[in-house]
T-cell receptor
Framework: GQSLEQPSEVTAVEGAIVQINCTYQ??????LSWYQQHDGGAPTFLSYNGLDGLEETGRFSSFLSRSDSYGYLLLQELQMKDSASYFC??????????FGQGTELSVKP | DVKVTQSSRYLVKRTGEKVFLECVQD?????MFWYRQDPGLGLRLIYFSYDVKMKEKGDIPEGYSVSREKKERFSLILESASTNQTSMYLCASTPGRRGPYNEQFFGPGTRLTVL
């Protein structure tokens, strides 16, 4: 089958670095995206990896390794406003969208 | 900025009612999607459309239908609402012809309660 696995919850303190992993079981896909969703809000796009390696966008980076079947979102210099749900999204070559169940990040002072 | 709007933020309906959820995007995007989001299950695709009058079933189309008469508008219809359709419904759009999708632009969501 095709699935994406993420941890359900992660807790970190302000100023720290946190990594949210997304492991997948699928063959043949175009890329992996990450979205942020604050409670009650619309998901917003953070990052996309079409190729293996690291993509950096300010405090947020995303990484993909096709050989290891996983990707991750890295959040640096954590701020309280980063408390939100983060989910990964994979686009397979059949045109199917596969979502992770989301990781609830809590940033503590 | 791309703007995706949904007709209601909160909606309460009774079992058996016909329910219309509307989504409008203002960036001339070809592709539009309807999802539902439930705790612990993530987003699940109900239907999507890659052109006017075109529609394709997603992962959970049962109990739903859609309509896309104009490029900017994508409607989700619950023919006879049931309590298990109580959920958050999210609309999204992306540019480009059918193919791999990059950034999805989401609407604010409609929280539907069916009593």
């Amino acid at each position: 089958g095709q699935s994406l696995e993420q941890p359900s919850e992660v807790t970190a303190v302000e100023g720290a670095i946190v990594q949210i992993n997304c492991t997948y079981q699928t063959s043949g896909f175009y890329g992996l995206s990450w979205y942020q969703q604050h409670d009650g809000g619309a998901p917003t796009f953070l990052s996309y990896n079409g190729l293996d390696g690291l993509e950096e966008t300010g405090r947020f980076s995303s990484f993909l390794s096709r050989s290891d079947s996983y990707g991750y979102l890295l959040l640096q210099e954590l701020q309280m406003k980063d408390s939100a749900s983060y989910f990964c999204l994979l686009y397979n070559q059949g045109g199917k969208l596969i979502f992770g169940q989301g990781t609830e990040l809590s940033v503590k002072p | 900025d791309v703007k995706v709007t949904q007709s209601s933020r909160y909606l309460v309906k009774r079992t058996g009612e016909k329910v219309f959820l509307e989504c409008v995007q203002d960036m001339d995007h070809e592709n539009m999607f309807w999802y539902r989001q439930d705790p612990g299950l993530g987003l699940r695709l109900i239907y999507f459309s890659y052109d006017v009058k075109m529609k394709e079933k997603g992962d959970i189309p049962e109990g739903y239908s859609v309509s896309r008469e104009k490029k900017e508008r994508f409607s989700l219809i619950l023919e006879s609402a049931s309590t298990n359709q109580t959920s958050m419904y999210l609309c999204a759009s992306t540019p480009g012809r059918r193919g791999p999708y990059n950034e999805q632009f989401f609407g604010p969501g409609t929280r539907l309660t069916v009593l």
